[in-house]
């Protein structure tokens, strides 16, 4: 049996899979957000439950919003900041007394998908995660690219591209740049853009529903948006040239993007024709879990 277990900046998300990868149990609880010793214990006794209402034991993965650094084996670039500094692979292996995989949220989202779900059997693949944050994993030939600094796919933290004055001022990141990619296509970011535009605070999927009734404010902020993730995953294109890019994530549930953003992105791409595909995830919020899963 293989544990999967996803840890997000406001759910943790566990599942139980078997040897022919069939879903044995699911259970989400919401974040002790900035507690790190509640969050180890949380998924501490998540695990410790599953295990006993299934009678047996099993591997456990990670998934984290962050990576580990080779430098200190600590967790680094986290926009979960307690997570930063902290040896979560030693604390969570001692609590469950066995050993733990871990790898980036986005590249568990980008194995799951590339391994049985919108992408299989595609050679080379770029996953996207559009929620909370922004991430990106690369998988090819079914393995995951993860770097050389363990950075592979982080788009999110490059500027955005091709700035116009409708991009400025340019958004200060947690990370302690301006400008990021993050800024703009994460929830906050869209957020932010509507109440730029506004001064009122509007949730992502309420931007979406007026904007598909014709008001205003909402359409612009809608395809600016549109128009963002548009060029951003051009560049990505130039660089990899991916088969194939699958969207996950809350924001991911927009249905114009994959008309929009194809129609859009070839003004960009350095090329005379586009072969690339962009595809919403088949396991939809669930694929990170099951990408952790898959880490064993």
């Known amino acids: 049996m293989r544990i999967g277990v996803d840890l997000g900046g406001t759910k943790i998300e566990i599942i139980a899979l078997n040897a022919q990868n069939h879903e044995l149990y699911r259970q989400r609880v919401a974040t002790p957000v900035g507690d790190y010793k509640k969050t180890i214990?949380?998924?501490?006794?998540?695990?410790?439950?599953?295990?006993?209402?299934?009678?047996?034991?099993?591997?456990?993965?990670?998934?984290?919003?962050?990576?580990?650094?080779?430098?200190?084996?600590?967790?680094?670039?986290?926009?979960?900041?307690?997570?930063?500094?902290?040896?979560?692979?030693?604390d969570l292996g001692s609590e469950l007394q066995r050993p733990i995989r871990l790898s980036n949220d986005a590249n568990c989202f980008t194995l799951s998908e590339a391994s049985d779900g919108a992408a299989a059997g595609y050679e080379s693949v770029f996953g996207v995660i559009i929620g909370t944050g922004t991430g990106g994993g690369i998988c090819t030939h079914g393995k995951l690219l993860t770097g050389v600094n363990a950075i592979a796919g982080e788009w999110g933290h490059n500027s955005l591209p091709w700035l116009t004055e409708q991009d400025l001022p340019l958004p200060t990141c947690y990370c302690g740049k301006q400008g990021c990619i993050e800024t703009y296509l994460s929830g906050p970011g869209m957020m932010a853009e509507y109440k730029k535009l506004t001064g009122k605070d509007l949730r992502p999927e309420r931007i979406v529903l007026e904007a598909r009734q014709g008001e205003s404010f909402a359409s612009v902020a809608l395809d600016r948006y549109i128009e963002r993730l548009a060029k951003s995953l051009a560049s990505v294109i130039n660089l990899l040239d991916p088969d194939v890019v699958v969207l996950g994530g809350g924001l991911a549930n927009i249905d114009e993007l994959y008309e929009e953003v194809p129609r859009r992105w070839h003004h960009y791409i350095f090329s005379d024709g586009i072969e690339t595909t962009l595809v919403p995830a088949k396991y939809g919020d669930a694929s990170g879990v099951r990408g952790a899963a898959w880490l064993w």
């Open 41 to 90: 214990t949380t998924i501490r006794d998540m695990v410790f439950k599953l295990e006993y209402e299934l009678e047996q034991t099993g591997s456990v993965g990670l998934g984290v919003p962050g990576a580990i650094s080779a430098l200190t084996g600590r967790i680094k670039n986290a926009n979960s900041v307690c997570l930063i500094g902290q040896d979560i692979i030693a």
